[in-house]
């Protein structure tokens, strides 16, 4: 039984996602645009974690200045690869 | 027209998104070689989320599959065309089947394309039975794999492969679908692409994958026709009008006599020369 799983690379315009289970939601970002773009990418990560029905996860997100669609991407990977979300 | 047709692994985010600034007649979103084994889930998952996002208008989006199996995953309304790997009758016949499924489930409008990949040496032998299956409407050389099978190098002059270029050019003109040849994979020997890619169209192919952007403005060039070839093309139609107009069955052009087959290839230049 995996306790977390990750997705995604620090390549430029990519992001790394990592997915633990865990009694409570939280989102954890580190980004090198946090200033302009984290309250973006943070109401991204939480849309993606709705609209997949996960609701007791930690979400950390490594960015690298990576566009919402592949936020959404890395997202739902990771949580594939943990078996928390089955599309 | 595919002159250029350019790869782009799909698990890449940098290249998917500046896919249709690169100016290749099409791109190939690659899951199978282009990926590592264990990111294929990762790269269907950003290729979705990709195609979801941006409308690539006025490119073909081809997608390599790895597997048959994978087209459930990523069938898309933007996709155009599905370049199968190693592709033998068979594995045609079921890819065919899957696609006439898909595109009653997802109501698609259009009716997706096939590019069979001839990289074996089976294949290379069977390119006439290939290039008449239902939906293919181009035949793409792989000469990587084709010289790892063969058990030889790949060389700068091609001889190795002369062989199956011309089998692939015969089958694909037998059925008047496109003829495409192999990636020059030495991104930084422009001198050697041109070289390759002039060949290449010497011998009939009609357009040439390409593995780095790099590649795609020398490709695009090389497959126009020459200024010339269609100075000499405008001549040859202006002098069949004339004809055509006085009645006169056969003319000739600087002292040539032109028949049907020259009228043609004029044609064809002139559709060529559109780009």
Same mark, same amino acid.
């Given at each position: 039984?995996?306790?977390?799983?990750?997705?995604?690379?620090?390549?430029?315009?990519?992001?790394?996602?990592?997915?633990?289970?865990?009694?409570?939601?939280?989102?954890?970002?580190?980004?090198?645009?946090?200033?302009?773009?984290?309250?973006?990418?943070?109401?991204?990560?939480?849309?993606? @974690?709705?609209?997949?029905? #996960?609701?007791? =996860?930690?979400?950390?997100? %490594?960015?690298? /200045?990576? @566009?919402?669609?592949?936020? #959404?991407?890395? =997202?739902?990977?990771?949580? %594939?690869?943990? /078996?928390?979300?089955?599309? | 027209?595919?002159?250029?047709?350019?790869?782009?692994?799909?698990?890449?985010?940098?290249?998917?998104?500046?896919?249709?600034?690169?100016?290749?007649?099409?791109?190939?979103?690659?899951?199978?070689?282009?990926?590592?084994?264990?990111?294929?889930?990762?790269?269907?998952?950003?290729?979705?989320?990709?195609?979801?996002?941006?409308?690539?208008?006025?490119?073909?989006?081809?997608?390599?599959?790895?597997?048959i199996?994978?087209l459930?995953?990523?069938?898309?309304?933007?996709?155009?065309?599905i370049?199968l790997?190693?592709a033998?009758q068979k594995s045609l016949l079921l890819l065919d089947q899957t696609l006439t499924t898909l595109e009653?489930?997802?109501?698609?409008?259009?009716k997706i394309g096939i590019?069979a990949?001839?990289?074996?040496?089976?294949?290379?032998?069977?390119?006439?039975?290939?290039?008449k299956q239902k939906r293919v409407?181009?035949?793409?050389?792989?000469?990587?794999?084709?010289?790892?099978?063969?058990?030889?190098?790949?060389?700068?002059?091609?001889?190795?492969?002369?062989?199956?270029?011309?089998?692939?050019?015969?089958?694909?003109?037998?059925?008047?679908?496109?003829?495409?040849?192999?990636?020059?994979?030495?991104?930084?020997?422009?001198?050697?692409?041109?070289?390759?890619?002039?060949?290449?169209?010497?011998?009939?192919?009609?357009?040439?994958?390409?593995?780095?952007?790099?590649?795609?403005?020398?490709?695009?060039?090389?497959?126009?026709?020459?200024?010339?070839?269609?100075?000499?093309?405008?001549?040859?139609?202006?002098?069949?009008?004339?004809?055509?107009?006085?009645?006169?069955?056969?003319?000739?052009?600087?002292?040539?006599?032109?028949?049907?087959?020259?009228?043609?290839?004029?044609?064809?230049?002139?559709?060529?020369?559109?780009?």
């Open positions: 039984m995996k306790t977390f799983a990750t997705a995604g690379t620090f390549e430029s315009n990519d992001c790394i996602v990592t997915v633990k289970k865990s009694d409570v939601l939280t989102i954890e970002i580190e980004s090198v645009v946090f200033e302009q773009f984290g309250i973006q990418i943070e109401k991204v990560a939480r849309q993606t @974690l709705i609209d997949m029905k #996960i609701d007791h =996860i930690h979400l950390f997100i %490594k960015d690298k /200045g990576a @566009l919402d669609y592949t936020i #959404i991407a890395r =997202i739902k990977t990771a949580c %594939k690869r943990l /078996g928390v979300y089955h599309a | 027209m595919r002159k250029s047709l350019l790869f782009i692994p799909a698990n890449h985010p940098a290249m998917l998104q500046n896919a249709d600034i690169f100016e290749s007649d099409s791109v190939i979103f690659d899951l199978e070689d282009g990926v590592h084994l264990t990111e294929k889930d990762a790269a269907k998952d950003l290729l979705i989320s990709f195609l979801d996002t941006f409308k690539l208008s006025d490119l073909e989006i081809i997608i390599r599959i790895n597997k199996t994978d459930k995953e990523i069938m898309h309304e933007q996709i155009d065309t370049l790997p190693k033998d009653k489930k997802f109501k698609l409008k259009k590019i990949l001839i990289e074996t040496p089976e294949s290379v032998l069977n390119a006439l039975d290939i290039a409407n181009g035949l793409l050389l792989g000469a990587e794999d084709l010289a790892t099978y063969l058990g030889v190098s790949r060389t700068l002059e091609g001889h190795e492969i002369e062989f199956a270029r011309n089998m692939v050019i015969y089958a694909a003109k037998t059925y008047q679908i496109d003829a495409i040849d192999t990636p020059f994979v030495n991104t930084n020997d422009l001198s050697g692409l041109k070289q390759d890619t002039l060949y290449a169209k010497s011998l009939g192919m009609s357009g040439k994958a390409c593995i780095h952007p790099n590649q795609i403005d020398l490709i695009n060039t090389l497959f126009l026709p020459s200024i010339e070839d269609i100075k000499y093309a405008q001549k040859i139609l202006l002098a069949k009008e004339k004809a055509d107009q006085e009645g006169l069955g056969a003319f000739s052009v600087d002292g040539k006599m032109i028949d049907q087959p020259i009228i043609k290839r004029a044609q064809n230049i002139i559709e060529k020369s559109k780009g």
